[in-house]
C-alpha cells in the first residue's frame, strides 16, 4: 500500500500552497463536523447548572475547528499562505488545549484513585463493609 501523500518529503519550491495543504485539507469536512459537533456538545452541556461553568470549553474548541477549516478552504480558494498560517495556529490551540484537559483528567483519576483507595483501606481497618 502506497502513502499518497508519499512525494510531500521531497517538497521544494515549485510546490504551491495548495500541494501543501492537501492532506489536511482533504479533511476539512470532518474538522467542521467534529467542531459542529463539540458546539452542539456544549450548548446541551450548558443546559444544567453545574454544565453551564464548563460548557465554553467545548464550544471554544468547535470553533476553533470550524475556523481552522475555514481557513483551509481559503487557502485552497486563493493559495494565501497568511490563511494556511492561521488554519494551523487554530489547529495547534486545539491540540494544546486537549492535552491539558488529559492532564487535568489524568491528575483528577490519580486523586480518585488515592481517596476511594483510603477511603477502602480505612473500611477494611475497621471491619470491613457495614452489613
Not at 495556529?89 to 489524568?106: A, E, N, P
Not at 488515592?114 to 471491619?127: D, E, L, Q, R, S
Amino acid at each position: 500500500m502506497s502513502d499518497q501523500y508519499a512525494s510531500l518529503g521531497q517538497a521544494t519550491a515549485s510546490h504551491s500552497i495548495n500541494d501543501l495543504i492537501q492532506p489536511l485539507a482533504s479533511g476539512k469536512g470532518w474538522m467542521k463536523f467534529v467542531g459542529i459537533m463539540f458546539i452542539i456538545q456544549g450548548a446541551i452541556t450548558a443546559l444544567t447548572i453545574v454544565g453551564i461553568l464548563i460548557a465554553w470549553l467545548p464550544i471554544w474548541i468547535g470553533v476553533l475547528l470550524v475556523q481552522s477549516a475555514g481557513a483551509l478552504e481559503r487557502a485552497q480558494l486563493s493559495g494565501d499562505a497568511y490563511a494556511v498560517k492561521e488554519s494551523l495556529s487554530k489547529l495547534r490551540t486545539y491540540f494544546v488545549i486537549q492535552g491539558v484537559l488529559f492532564l487535568v483528567s489524568i491528575a483528577l483519576m490519580v486523586l480518585y484513585f488515592m481517596f476511594f483507595g483510603a477511603m477502602f483501606a480505612t473500611m477494611m481497618k475497621h471491619g470491613g463493609f457495614p452489613h
